[in-house]
């Protein structure tokens, strides 16, 4: 059940980052420079609701909410420069359209975030 609610979290969070990203990739010059910026707006959009919807709904009463904020923060800024510099790098060695490559990252990011989350942030003290 709890990868279930963490999946609906994160397609809410994937349809809020991709309008961020795909708008400011309509504005924007699209070099790898501003695809990394823009996905990290993209993914700083995301942030918010993630926290708010994987404290109080899917890893609830797991620890408590002032204690997960930092690991949370911390896990998140982390997954998104990996992400922001795995697009650059990617938007420069392939010639795909941006949100394809945003999608496979995204991916692979979802899968490292479940396992942060789980095992280490919302982890319950012992």
């Given at each position: ?43 700083a959009s995301g942030m918010v609701l ?46 795909a359209p941006p949100e394809m490559i ?25």
């Amino acid at each position: 059940m709890q990868i279930l609610k963490f999946l609906v979290v994160g397609v809410s969070n994937t349809c809020v980052s991709l309008a961020v990203f795909s708008g400011l990739m309509r504005l924007l010059p699209s070099t790898p420079e501003m695809a990394a910026l823009s996905q990290v707006a993209s993914y700083a959009s995301g942030m918010v609701l993630s926290y708010l919807l994987n404290n109080f709904w899917v890893f609830r009463g797991k620890r408590d909410a002032a204690k997960a904020l930092p690991g949370f923060v911390g896990s998140q800024v982390g997954l998104m420069l990996l992400s922001a510099m795995s697009i650059a790098v990617a938007t420069h060695f392939f010639d795909a359209p941006p949100e394809m490559i945003w999608m496979v990252v995204m991916t692979l990011i979802t899968l490292i975030n479940f396992t942060v989350l789980k095992q280490w942030v919302f982890k319950e003290a012992q």
